[in-house]
């Protein structure tokens, strides 16, 4: 999706020359969100459109029509793998249908992404959750289960829970963290979601750590770390994901310890003519008081249109990337939406609604300063407040804001 609007954004600001998309997958650029909803319960199948397995036949994926990616006349590579970077002659080197390639370049975006991280075990049954080929297995499985075990009950993790309650299983979800979403949401609101999730029948068991899949050939138990086993005939493990930046080593881009790729204010990295986007990319933001790295759809786009802008502005034409982080989630017909950072915060207040009617406004803050703000089933009034993040807000003037807020 990053690669795809870089693209979309150069040809828009006027970019005439030759365009290479380089992807591993066997599909086009495609919206990944949905894979964890509509094409896992079927919702996002249009059989008037073609055959599943490509993305004419799930429209929900689709991020834009087949006559706007064509007016981008793109040299575009499926099925393509980057193996390495030479900065010195400017050439990419990939692994495709027809053998290894040499792809020069003025300008590069690295927009390789991530991969789920996978559970130590082989056995059949177990999956995880990244590309349109992972939600298609999955979905088929889940066609013919009564039962699912979920190992992590991040975002992805809790979204496959409540699709396969919607598909009428029996889920377990299981979190090695006191509270679901540990990373990203204060526990205040964490323990929030989880009584989400137990009020849609999911059994939430928090504080679980996983040790071990077992099973002759195919998994029949999840190992937990108090030496119980839970019965799970399906599993799926979200357990977070690495970035795809192995190629990069030794090209002189550096990378952050955990594989991200460093980046300036700008999404340049530190080779010239190199820029990096999406969910590989960390960069200093000066409102969140250091470097970020943000896994969002968003931020995807985002990125994308400030790289394109910047590659081809030229030094004095740059502007720095100081984006609102936004991030949303769709569970049980609910929508979360997260904009800024939602941990770790001193203060939670809940400034509209309240947990226990399921609709609220949450403000989180630390150091006396809003720095987050969590929606539940409160669109409007939630994005009303993106303002008070596009600036520097003390704590007492959001709660201000808000009390006077209809």
């Not at 706007?68 to 099925?79: K, S």
């Not at 071990?212 to 195919?218: D, F, K, L, T, V």
């Not at 994901?241 to 980046?263: K, M």
């Not at 609102?324 to 915060?345: E, H, I, N, R, T």
């Amino acid at each position: 999706m990053a690669g795809l609007h870089t693209a979309r954004a150069l040809r828009e600001r006027g970019f005439e020359g030759r365009l290479t998309l380089v992807g591993e997958e066997a599909h086009g650029p495609y919206s990944r969100p949905p894979l964890s909803k509509e094409v896992l319960t079927g919702t996002g199948l249009d059989p008037a459109a073609g055959a599943p397995g490509w993305l004419a036949g799930h429209r929900a994926l689709r991020l834009l029509d087949e006559e706007a990616v064509a007016g981008l006349d793109l040299d575009f590579r499926p099925r393509t793998r980057a193996v390495e970077l030479d900065t010195a002659s400017r050439k990419v080197l990939v692994e495709g249908p027809q053998g290894p390639d040499a792809i020069a370049y003025d300008g590069l975006v690295v927009a390789t992404g991530t991969r789920a991280r996978r559970p130590g075990t082989d056995l059949a049954g177990v999956h995880v959750l990244r590309t349109l080929d992972d939600a298609e297995a999955l979905q088929a499985e889940l066609a013919r289960a009564t039962r699912l075990v979920v190992v992590g009950a991040g975002f992805v993790g809790a979204e496959v829970a409540a699709s396969a309650r919607a598909l009428g299983l029996e889920v377990v979800l299981l979190e090695a963290s006191p509270t679901p979403l540990a990373r990203v949401v204060d526990p205040r609101i964490g323990r929030v979601l989880t009584d989400l999730h137990r009020d849609h029948g999911v059994d939430v068991r928090t504080g679980a750590a996983v040790t071990g899949y077992e099973g002759p050939g195919r998994v029949e138990r999840v190992r937990l770390a108090d030496g119980t086993a839970v019965a799970a005939p399906l599993v799926v493990a979200g357990l977070g994901a690495d970035p795809n930046t192995e190629w990069l080593r030794g090209s002189g881009v550096e990378l952050a310890p955990d594989g991200s790729v460093v980046c300036d204010e700008y999404s340049a990295t530190t080779v010239p003519g190199v820029y990096a986007v999406g969910d590989l990319a960390n960069w200093p933001h000066p409102r969140y008081g250091g470097r970020i790295r943000l896994e969002h759809w968003t931020n995807a786009a985002e990125q994308a249109e400030a790289a394109a802008h910047n590659l081809l502005a030229g030094e004095e034409g740059r502007r720095p990337f100081t984006p609102v982080p936004y991030f949303w989630s769709d569970q049980y017909g609910m929508k979360v939406q997260l904009l800024g950072q939602g941990a770790p915060a001193d203060e939670v207040a809940f400034v509209h609604g309240s947990p226990e009617d399921r609709k609220f406004v949450a403000f989180l803050g630390r150091g006396g300063m809003l720095t987050g703000i969590l929606g539940l089933r409160s669109t409007p009034r939630t994005m009303r407040y993106r303002a008070l993040l596009e600036r520097t807000t003390t704590w007492e003037d959001a709660l201000a804001a808000a009390g006077s807020a209809p």
